[in-house]
């Protein structure tokens, strides 16, 4: 079965850090990008960072970087996401998903976890 | 504010026509593809339509996607009670060099 699973979520402090984990089965990992994406209570979905499948290409949204920073390990058939100096506002469930690209084009997340819950409360 | 513009809301009746929109710019929707998104209550995102009006394997033929210019649309026909849910479009974004996903638009069916 075609299956990711995130892990590593909690309640952290205001400044902490903190690092989610994806583990990914029952597919090639190494022949998709993968994705986090997150969802703060009650609101939308909102993308944070995307990696390649040989990490050679790393992009992050705009208001996260600099603190937040991808990575994956394609012999673990793993994807992480190493969050520093956290705040209120990450407070949020956090998504893998991975996604197919070929020749600069993505053609969806096909496939999502289900999500592993952050909380940074004092 | 999203980059991606959608009504926060929709509504129908079972058998309806729904359709939304997702209003972008040149930087985005002009010149990427967008793929769109179902989250029922509770659970995490499905994608529903890829490359503007691609279906994955799976998906009804109930649902449809066109794009024009620097707006996209997603249409629901023969609307039925689990449809109800959040849908989403999602495309990339020359300007911030990363990706987008609209504000999100609540199908409520009546």
């Known amino acids: 079965e075609v299956q990711l699973v995130e892990s590593g979520g909690g309640l952290v402090k205001p400044g902490d850090s903190l690092r989610l984990s994806c583990a990914a089965s029952?597919?090639?990992?190494?022949?998709?990008?993968m994705n986090w994406v997150r969802q703060a209570p009650g609101k939308g979905l909102e993308w944070v960072s995307s990696?390649?499948?040989?990490?050679?290409?790393?992009y992050y949204a705009e208001s996260l970087k600099g603190r937040f920073t991808i990575s994956r390990d394609n012999a673990k058939n793993s994807l992480y996401l190493q969050m520093n100096s956290l705040r209120a506002e990450d407070t949020a469930v956090y998504y893998c998903?991975?996604?197919?690209?070929?020749?600069?084009?993505?053609?969806?997340?096909?496939?999502w976890g289900q999500g592993t819950m952050v909380i940074v409360s004092s | 504010q999203s980059v991606l513009t959608q009504p926060p809301s929709a509504s129908g009746t079972p058998g309806q026509r729904v359709t939304i929109s997702c209003s972008g710019s040149?930087?985005?929707?002009?010149?990427?593809?967008v793929n769109w998104y179902q989250q029922l209550p509770g659970t995490a995102p499905k994608l529903l339509i890829y490359?503007?009006?691609q279906r994955p394997s799976g998906v009804p033929d109930r649902f449809s996607g066109s794009k024009s210019g620097t707006s996209a649309s997603l249409a629901i026909s023969g609307l039925q009670s689990e449809d109800e849910a959040d849908y989403y479009c999602?495309?990339?974004?020359?300007?911030?060099?990363?990706?987008?996903f609209g504000g999100g638009t609540k199908l409520t069916v009546l």
């Open positions: 999602a495309t990339w974004d020359d300007s911030l060099n990363g990706r987008l």
């Open positions: 040149s930087s985005n929707i002009g010149s990427h593809t």
């Open positions: 998903a991975r996604e197919y690209c070929s020749g600069g084009i993505c053609y969806g997340k096909d496939i």
């Open positions: 490359s503007n009006n």
């Open positions: 990696i390649s499948k040989s990490s050679s290409y790393i």
């Open positions: 029952g597919f090639t990992f190494s022949s998709y990008s």
